[in-house]
């Protein structure tokens, strides 16, 4: 026998991202953000450390389709196109060489920012929500399941502002790839079923 939750209020509905081809959706847990995670000018010397990385709440997730309220707070509002990777199965501690196992599927997604407010907070220190974690900070295209999708190696992601394209690279061109950033979030955080995560953003982020 088990009990219903009695709530104080009715529960928000969670967070959900459409899948392609269909009716279900994926509940979305939490959104991982991964820092620079390309060479953003040709030459650059390859990384030593992991990338940083940061959250958006649930809640900034939203459908890549129609319009978007401009935020608040800001007058520098960026674009910022990456893969994303949802993840089906959790685990701590997961092996790069076992990481795609614990993947769903894939969506492109734009960690959209708030520039000026992330300059900023780098230059006291401060924390990266205001910039990051804002209403409808997170659009994404519907996920398109590992089952019929596999694991991209190689494929463009790009992002085009009214006609004219701002950015474009191949995932092949990730500095640390999707199984090593699963790893290395494993490492720090328990991944939950329904986690996403943003992979980082190739150059020419812009307003
Ligand atoms: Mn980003």
Redesign the pocket.
């Given at each position: 026998m088990s009990a219903a939750i009695e709530f104080v209020f009715p529960a928000p509905a969670p967070a959900a991202l459409a899948v392609q081809r269909s009716a279900a959706v994926f509940p979305v847990a939490r959104v991982f953000?991964i820092?620079r995670n390309y060479r953003w000018t040709p030459g650059e010397p390859a990384p030593t450390q992991m990338p940083a990385w940061f959250m958006k709440p649930a809640s900034a997730v939203c459908a890549a389709q129609g319009s978007l309220p401009y935020p608040p707070q800001t007058r520098e509002f960026c674009h910022?196109i990456?893969l994303v990777v949802a993840i089906g199965r959790g685990g701590r501690d997961i092996d790069a060489a076992q990481a795609q196992s614990h993947i769903w599927g894939y969506a492109a997604g734009l960690?959209l920012t708030r520039r000026d407010l992330q300059q900023q907070a780098k230059q006291a220190g401060g924390p990266w929500e205001p910039a990051k974690a804002f209403d409808h900070s997170a659009p994404c295209t519907p996920l398109v399941p590992v089952a019929t999708l596999g694991h991209p190696r190689l494929g463009a992601v790009w992002l085009t502002v009214n006609g004219v394209e701002r950015q474009r690279a191949d995932v092949g061109e990730l500095l640390w790839s999707v199984p090593e950033l699963v790893a290395m979030l494993s490492r720090s955080v328990t991944l939950l079923p329904g986690d996403l995560m943003?992979t980082?953003?190739p150059a020419c982020v812009g307003p």
């Open positions: 953000c820092g910022e990456e960690d943003f980082g953003t």
